[in-house]
């Protein structure tokens, strides 16, 4: 199993609008792919210098192929959906493997 996590932290003046979009919107359609089996969305909680409020948004697929095949075939079409937002967040991303689950 895999993990494509999205790490974002969104200025303030846009974030209520954001958790919005996320959660109505783009985790949906991240899910209507049909390459992810679930989402999970959480606050980090830490106090940023830059400032902002952080996010970790992470998608699980059930193999490195498929987690390929969204690069491949969705990840351009739906990171222009973030447009709106342009210039009020920061955007980290990374692929995790899952060893273990307990």
């Given at each position: 199993m895999?993990?494509?996590n999205?790490t974002?932290?969104v ?26 089996t ?7 909680l830490?106090n940023e210098?830059?400032g902002g409020?952080?996010y970790?948004?992470?998608?699980t697929?059930?193999t ?6 969204y ?6 079409r739906?990171?222009r959906k ?16 899952v060893i273990?689950?307990q």
């Amino acid at each position: 199993m895999y993990i494509y996590n999205v790490t974002i932290n969104v200025q303030e003046d846009v974030h209520q609008q954001w958790v919005k979009w996320m959660k109505e919107e783009h985790i949906p359609e991240m899910l209507n792919t049909g390459k992810f089996t679930k989402a999970l969305m959480t606050r980090v909680l830490v106090n940023e210098e830059m400032g902002g409020i952080t996010y970790s948004v992470q998608f699980t697929a059930q193999t490195r192929k498929m987690l390929q095949r969204y690069y491949e075939e969705d990840a351009e079409r739906l990171r222009r959906k973030s447009a709106i937002f342009e210039g009020k967040f920061v955007v980290f991303r990374t692929e995790l493997e899952v060893i273990s689950e307990q």
